[in-house]
């Protein structure tokens, strides 16, 4: 099983900027992805962006421009830098594990919180 735990979530003005960091551990295929969902009160849980191990970016159009995932292959970990942050960026942020050719053996973190205030 792999475990997922983020951190760096807060309260933040419209415009500031915050960074997610995600540490996976437990049995991580080396072959991957690893991104970042949000869950809005009342919305569906969204893809936000998801790097592969080869760090091939998958951003949602909401966020282009704006947010910037990265990884640490070597430390299992992802980030997301989130600037320019918006109002409508608030919600539950979590952290995604799928690895390649194995089904169901993918992780969630248990989320953090971003709040955009205007």
């Known amino acids: 099983q792999v475990q997922l735990v983020e951190s760096g979530g807060g309260l933040v003005q419209a415009g500031g900027s915050l960074r997610l960091s995600c540490a996976a551990s437990?049995?991580?295929?080396?072959?991957?992805?690893m991104g970042w969902y949000r869950q809005a009160p009342g919305k569906q849980r969204e893809l936000v962006a998801a790097?592969?191990?080869?760090?091939?970016?998958n951003y949602a159009d909401s966020v282009k421009g704006r947010f910037t995932i990265s990884r640490d292959n070597a430390k299992n970990m992802v980030f997301l830098q989130m600037n320019s942050l918006k109002p409508e960026d608030t919600a539950v942020y979590f952290c995604n594990y799928e690895p390649a050719f194995l089904s169901g053996r993918g992780a969630w973190g248990q989320g953090t919180q971003v709040v955009v205030s205007s």
């Open positions: 437990g049995s991580i295929f080396s072959i991957n992805t």
């Open positions: 790097m592969t191990s080869g760090r091939v970016p």
